[in-house]
């Protein structure tokens, strides 16, 4: 019988169907509404906004250090009523031979679902006190000509394109679109062309909150409120290879960002209004 589980087991992890993970609580940051965030080295940078009433007036990144678990810094971007952070990725260049920290790809819905446009900001550190200042600015096609809703964007790890990814127009798929990443150039405003790739998986009946990647694979996690997922996708394929419900681990309810800490993947959830952030390691 011994047997018998074990090879069940083996069967349905290779289905995707495994379920085992181990978490770690990191830190938590007091900040209103979170979005989106990634890290470079220790430090951790998260988008919070919001731009529904009653309390439309916030919009700011907070600094943590992982390592220490500790808040460094909050800096008050000011409020854009039509703002909605939907994803943020370092990329491995710099503005500057000379800057500390590399450049910061900042994906923006604008209401409703018509203008859509990603901010690349320079960062500058002094101590702990950070300034955040849009460098170059990607205009990409309206997400309704290109049949999705509620973009987000990051890009490849090659350096060279830069993925989309959004709903279908009927809310059932959740639909990826390569595109070549335009080259940066300090002050400039460029456009988009057409996808280069497409493919498409099952969605959830939950938000789609945001992705990263790593070695091929897109790490996306979906939910809000009454339950919420870690979904993994290989790129090469257009498939999804895995799935675990948060809920089962005594997680909260809705992630709001995906990155990878060195090798270690971590998820930041919302609760309550502040960030709470986690290591996930997938057994």
């Given at each position: 019988m011994r047997r018998l589980l074990v090879a069940l087991a083996v069967l349905l992890s290779a289905a995707g169907y495994a379920q085992d993970i181990a978490t770690r609580h990191i830190c938590s940051i007091d900040r209103r509404y979170p979005n989106d965030g990634d890290c470079f080295g220790d430090l951790f940078f998260q988008f919070h906004s919001q731009n529904q009433e009653p309390e439309g007036d916030f919009h700011g990144?907070?600094?943590?250090?992982?390592?220490?678990?500790?808040?460094?810094a909050f800096t008050d971007l000011g409020?854009?009523?039509?703002?909605?952070?939907s994803s943020l990725t370092f990329v491995r260049r710099k503005a500057c031979l000379f800057d500390r920290l590399p450049l910061l790809y900042a994906s923006e819905n604008y209401a409703p679902n018509e203008y859509y446009k990603i901010h690349v900001y320079r960062i500058k550190r002094s101590g702990d006190a950070f300034s955040f200042d849009i460098v170059q600015t990607i205009e990409m096609p309206s997400p309704d000509s290109l049949g999705i809703l509620y973009p987000h964007a990051i890009p490849d790890e090659d350096g060279k394109h830069l993925w989309i990814e959004g709903y279908s127009q009927d809310k059932k798929r959740t639909v990826f679109m390569l595109f070549d990443l335009p080259a940066f150039k300090s002050g400039s405003t460029v456009s988009m062309g057409e996808p280069l790739r497409r493919f498409d998986i099952k969605r959830k009946k939950v938000t789609d909150q945001a992705y990263c990647m790593r070695n091929g694979k897109f790490y996306q996690v979906v939910g809000v409120k009454r339950e919420a997922w870690l979904r993994v996708v290989d790129i090469a394929t257009g498939t999804l290879e895995r799935e675990v419900l948060f809920n089962d681990h005594d997680l909260p309810h809705e992630p709001e960002a995906v990155f990878f800490w060195h090798d270690q993947l971590c998820v930041s959830f919302s609760v309550d209004g502040r960030a709470e952030v986690y290591t996930v390691d997938l057994l």
């Open positions: 990144v907070s600094v943590a250090n992982l390592k220490s678990g500790k808040t460094l409020f854009n009523e039509n703002f909605h952070n």
